[in-house]
């Protein structure tokens, strides 16, 4: 029982980073823009995130760094992909390659520190509940904050007419802009969220998983949260479960080599990388009737005035 | 105030020419302030980075050393992009290939196999980057899935195969413990041009790759073909090309070249199979690929400007503690500024100080 438990708050850390970058790229890809430098964002945002908890001590200063540090590298890409129209995909990956640097160079002088991790909720009582007392009421607050980002995200978009109008941007700009909404304003906002949420995502791998930054620490992390948004048909509910599938994948290959399973560690960690190739091809041939994309996603806007 | 976009008649030559170069201008002045930033004198590492290695023999061949992947691969790429197919997974197709070719080099170790040996190496080595680049370009092409993510994950799963290969079954069993191969054996050498020296015959492969990518999208109906699928697909559509089998043509050259690049590092100038032989190749190329404005002649000269990077990189680093992430920075912000500046080869930009000033009716 004990062990069931161990591996169920395994899944949920795992998967945490994944759903909150998973659902700020969600309600970027959302309105019509596709950002591929999730994981740029994301490895910016672990070690300014680490930087800002080591310098104050404070966890909760760190998630901020995190958060301010990936919206920024957002604005970079908001100004050349939505101000300056060029190639979405092309400036993702630049965005990438700039993040992987610039997380080095920040990152440098922390490596080899330490930090007390994210402390976790405690509440006598519930949390003693044998089996499911930890798993609801004993995790960290990123877990918590990523629950509530999803449903909020959930009711923004399908509850609230502001969702709407993004939608609507992200399925014809042309139409939109026609009605008199400021299509590239309400992008920017979009790219911004989506940066946030890549800068808290990267920020939780030093702050809440590993006490330390190590460079490269997001391990294509960004890559597989772009992936789960293809996975969740663009919606909100569908990524929480395929963050919790992912998140299971990668802890059942740490399990695997410590259970001493007679295959070599490195087919095991390449696992989740290669399901995620395989949920792709399942999940486009199964859509091969229509897709579900946004219909505008990618696609470059200049507004004629 | 506001930065408006307005759509030039014609693509402008003239910025399609000079935009590589102002993108260069603005991200030295930007390197400027990051050095400035890290308290290192700016002129001193401008000389560091982009004319100390321009100054010794040593630092011109390896100059030549680094671009030899970087254009190979780049020249791949740029057919895929030319075609608006994503393989942003080269470093994988470099690894696996450098995988297969070593294969031939681990298993005739120590025998009196004769020449034939690194012909084999290179012949194996495309074929296995090509079959690998082509399981994302299927994936697409018969399921509609993502290029861009597939290949990219593809680059961690060669990475760990390397990785597995050289610390298990292929490790030098008198390499204390490192997880490399034993050295190779001279015929499954890459050999040097000049005697002691770094430059080996794979530059001269990397400049015949160049020819024959000019000439076949100057010169052949298959490169008019891949340039028109990328630039007007509907056109493409009209005119009966099949971009399917473009997507699936592009994606298997572009793996070939990435795994020839591949072998031709590890038989040449790392001279064994080891974890780490790519500082990235696979993603800088990418950038080779823009700066060169996908185009044959341009991939040269990016590739060697981009070389020049990563050995200045390297000389600044000795000689004033410059981090080498600084390296990888820069290479960032250059691709940032080609693609801005690559935008105003079809839009002019302008500064507009309030919308409500538009009269009615205008534009």
Known sequence: MELVEAIILAVLAASTPLLIAATGELVTERSGVLNLGVEGMMIVGAACGFAGAWLTGSILIGALFGIVAGTMMSLIFALMALGLAVNQVATGLALTILGVGLSGLIGAGFVGERITPAVHLFIPGLTDIPLVGRVLFGEDGFVYVSIALVVGVWWFLYRTRAGLVLRACGDNHVSAHALGYPVLRIRTFAVMFGGACAGLAGAYLPLAYTPFFIPGMTAGRGWIALALVVFSSWRPGRLVVGAYLFGAVTILQLHAQGWGVGIPSQFMSALPYLATVIVLVLLSRARSGGSTAPAALGTVFVPDR | MQLVLEKRAERSGTIALVSPLIAIGLTIVTMVILFALLGKNPLLALHAYFIAPLT??????????????????????????????????????????????????????????????????????????????????????????????????LVYVADLFLDYLVRGPWRDPHGFNFPTTAEFDPVATVPLLIEGGRLHLGSIIALLVVAAAAILLARTIKGFEIRVVGAAPRAARFGGFNANQLIILTFAVSGALAGLAGIIEVAGPVGHLQPGISPGYGFTAIIVAFLGRLNPLGILIAGLFLALTFIGGEQAQIAMKIPLDVTKVFQGILLFYVLACDSLILYRFKLVFSNRQVPRGAG
């Open chain 2, 56 to 153: 010794d023999g040593y630092s011109l061949q390896e100059i030549a050393v680094k671009a030899t992947p970087l254009v190979m691969i780049a020249i791949g790429l740029s057919l895929c992009y030319l075609a608006n197919a994503w393989n942003i997974g080269a470093e994988g197709q470099f690894l696996i290939g450098a995988v297969a070719g070593s294969w031939i080099a681990v298993k005739t170790q120590g025998t009196d196999a004769g020449v034939w040996v690194l012909p084999a190496m290179f012949v194996l080595a495309a074929a296995a980057g090509a079959l690998y680049a082509l399981i994302p370009a299927i994936c697409k092409v018969k399921f509609g899935a993502s290029e861009i993510l597939t290949s990219l994950m």
